[in-house]
Nanobody, 126 residues
Framework: VQLQASGGGLVQTGGSLRLSCAASGGTFSSGPVGWFRQAPGKEREFVAVMDTWSNRPYYADSVKGRFTISRDKVKNMVYLEMNSLKSEDTAVYYC????????????????????WGPGTQVTVSS
């Protein structure tokens, strides 16, 4: 499975962006699909994940209430709608997918994901 994230860009504080993640060579129908981000000098961190079996989303506390993850089964796409953006949201955003199911409590761990896209830059200016 190859993943390709897009939709990043430069936005002012309080603005919105929608990231898209397209899958080729496979579908988002087995394991979870998530978004992670990495800011300069920081470790990669969990942002949001969609459990494709239950269709339930889970979010990092830092983005809860501002970001929404969703999935389009027909188009084989996953999206991350980001609202009320803050300067601390500036990072490279990556989509990731796992080929098999996993317990919810592990979905935030980057190491459990099998496939990663190349990332898209999100810059929030104040």
């Amino acid at each position: 499975v190859q993943l390709q994230a897009s939709g990043g860009g430069l936005v002012q504080t309080g603005g919105s962006l929608r990231l898209s993640c397209a899958a080729s060579g496979g579908t988002f129908s087995s394991g979870p699909v998530g978004w992670f981000r990495q800011a300069p000098g920081k470790e990669r961190e969990f942002v949001a994940v969609m459990d494709t079996w239950s269709n339930r989303p889970y979010y990092a506390d830092s983005v809860k209430g501002r970001f929404t993850i969703s999935r389009d089964k027909v188009k084989n796409m996953v999206y991350l709608e980001m609202n009320s953006l803050k300067s601390e949201d500036t990072a490279v955003y990556y989509c990731a997918a796992r080929s098999r199911r996993i317990v919810t409590s592990s979905m935030h761990r980057a190491e459990v994901y099998d496939y990663w896209g190349p990332g898209t830059q999100v810059t929030v200016s104040s």
